[in-house]
């Protein structure tokens, strides 16, 4: 049989005297020895033994994989392979010594090449062989699907392309909610930032009508795989001094992981309760002035002052009935603002807390109240309650005013030639009483003095 050994039998000279346990001589010229299965293995031809020799036929082959990138088909370094075959359903795995080893462990990773993106293994047997990626090059998705390799042909070299789907990189949106008390939210009312631990800024937001906040995305690639970042979010303190900002910061992270799909996977860590920045519009008071007698007589020139409870000094209740002296607690908003054209005046960016509305100059022809009025105010909700002070019969001076009027009272004075007797808190003194005349003024008025003789001359 092709690839057995052939025994030859020497005599002590060194001559062949039997092949294979068959006898020989030199005289033998043209005797053929067989071997078991009939093939010729030699023969006697001019006293010389001609041997046969049968090469062994070939059995083992070799291959080549190159690993690509799918979408651009260049060459991709790095991919990790091992490689087995089965018998009986046991794998055994390719090791580095060249053996096969049932324990994977010992199984040898084949890394593509860096410049050809290949591997090779030569000199394996003729087998099916099962090449299974166990790493995928960097950026690109793992397939552990085996690849099947059939080596049955010594002279060509079994060669494979397979490729790698690239890591698609992802954004992550974040959401937040904007709200904002006493006044209507507008589209891009409000921006936010978010930045990141060291301090830069990876997105930015606006808010929508309906509350919702837009950020713009934030990239991440497969180089984020593992990676979980903090981040801050806060609202961008405005300008408008009509606004209290929330300064809230709240405390996102993001986690970026590779799920078995092979996608970025980026889990959102939330604050308890969401990202959600309340603003207050402060809020306004607004009046119209008209004649007590007839109150769609709108009145243009009277002026206006109003002061705030500062908590800080107020002490006592009767604090509120002391305007001028040192150690009350009112503080000036605003002074001598003047009705206009159509009677209406008002006051902007309050805030809630109490209030003192002077009236310090009345129009041309009309009287000044006899008293001041305390306000009660939220910022939100508005005036909350309205009360005379400095009067001695506590009417007030003021009427609600109709709803949609633009004003949320009106306040009345009474013409010169309305005059009665001073009614405190409606009705008033005569403006050519203040100053020169207060003197006459506070004997005429008797209760009603105690105020007015308070009030600044200059006031007047
Ligand atoms: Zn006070």
Redesign the pocket.
Known sequence: MAGEPITLKLDSSGYIIAVNGQTISANDDGTVIYDTEGNKLCWISGNRLWLIIYNEEATTGSFTVTKTDASTGSVLPGAEFILYYLDNGTKYYYTASGTWDTDVSNAKPLTTDDASGEISVTDIPYNTYYLQETKAPAGYILDQTPIVIEVKDSTATVKKTISNAPIKPIVVTLEGTKTLTGKTLGDNMFSFTVKNSAGTEVAAGTNKADGTIEFTPIPYTYLDIGQTYTYTVKEVTGTDSGIIYDETSYTVTVTISLGSNGELQADIGYPTGGIVFNNTSKGSMNFQKVDAKDTTKTLEGAEFSLYK???A??STAS??DDLADPG???QLVEADVGSDSDGYFGFDDLLSG?YLLVETTAPNGYQLPEGRWIITFDMTDGIQSIVASGSTSGTLAMKQAAAGSGADYLVLNLSVENYEMPMAGSTGVYRLMVGGCLLIACSLMGAGMLWKRKRKPSGS
């Open positions: 409870c500062d908590d000094t107020h604090d509120h009350t607690c009112w109490t």
